[in-house]
């Protein structure tokens, strides 16, 4: 940070002496903003054509929020196919927007036949002229033909799309041990990150029949029917996968200790592993889902016992887990989403996923940073500085710094929230975190300078939002034992 007692360059807002996260911590600060960048830190800087006072607040970056499903088309073939996502663009970034998040990466999904081309420019259509905040995409590839291997992963990194998800289960989308290959040795042949959801298709059809044949049809044997074994032998395998093709892989969503173990041992041996937690498995349980209306916190994998939230955050403080994300899957309670098959449908018919756009950073910030699990510059690092460093998006995301986007959240720290749903900005007619008391909010957001939200009146416009194209992934390809 420079210290002259003033600069008097010419900029578009100066935000004036609030704390702001430089380097690793706090320091008293003020930020020159020009063209929606961040262009001058200093102790003291003057002019500016709009000057605003952020006294007594903090000020971070920006939140990253790496994994999210926003208007994504369902897929055909998906047990619980019909059901349609509450949020498309709008609603779905200003929710973010309004949580501190001015970066998304939601998923493009290729369906069984469809080139990845064609899933591409479908999902812009969706986005274009919408969103609020700053997007880039990530793809889900369910049909690795030659061609999406050959010619198109490797057209489209060039073109800024650098991370692929893929899965080990739902019957639609699971891929076999060989397409898992051939996906990864694909990816890395043209530094673009592969994303995997560790869960073993077989053994939870295995356990669903074997439920429903008992008549355990209900929300919470969705949590029995995808135990942690099942997550801790497809982790395993991703793993060993991934070491066998010599490519980083990036395990989404992990929920508990087991998984955990594996991923903290192949970190151990220097493979570019790494791993994103969701909040759901630290402030849900399965117990969550005995509720009359447990649907609402249906996702995969489920919300583990209340014992393993510990595990997570000690994942997250060991450096084992290295990002958070929401995981935002906006399915209403009712026919649209959750109920599409009934009230009484099986579980198996119960679209999976839960909202968390607007809640991730107030929930990890209250009950990481203010309960004191987590240092702020961990908190900024996992939830900000991560996210767009491993999907390629420093310099100018996640990070308060000169030549940075100016993306800024102004938190104040010691405001006391009761989440509930209308509170919240999403389209979603829920909330799973209704009720808990959290410490500490954003209260101003700006993305590139323009100030998006304000206490809590929406200042920006759809289509205010650009989309991202992405640098190649940051994992280093040997990390450090
Ligand atoms: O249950 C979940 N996580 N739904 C969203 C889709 C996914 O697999 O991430
Ligand atoms: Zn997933
Ligand atoms: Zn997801």
Redesign the pocket.
Known sequence: MRSPESMDADFDTVLHGGEVFVGQGLARCDIGIRAGRIAALAERIAGGRTRFDAAGRWVLPGGVDA?C?IDQPPNPGSAARGAQMADDFASGSRSAAFGGTTTILPFAPQFKGQSLRAAVAAYHARAEGRSHVDYGFHLIVSDPTQEVLAQELPALAAEGYTSVKI?LTYEALRLSDLQVLEVLDAARQCGTLTMV?AENLDCILWLTERLERQGRTAPRYHADSRPMLVEREATFRAVALAELAEAPLLI??VSGREAIEVIAGARARGLPIVAETCPQYLFLGSEDLHAEDGAKC???PPPRARENAPFVWRGLQSGALSLVSS?H?PYRFDESGKLKYGPKASFRFIA???PGLETRLPLLFSEGVMAGRLTLAEFVELCCTAPARLYGLLPRKGQIAVGADADLALWDPQRRTVIDNALLHHNVDYTPYAGMAVTGWPTHVWLRGELVCADGELRGRPGQGRFLRRGRHGIPLRAAP
Do not use: E, P, Q, R
Request: glycine share 8%; proline share 0%.
């Open positions: 994994h499903h899965y959801h989404v969503h249906m996702c995969s995981d899957a999976n996923g839960i």
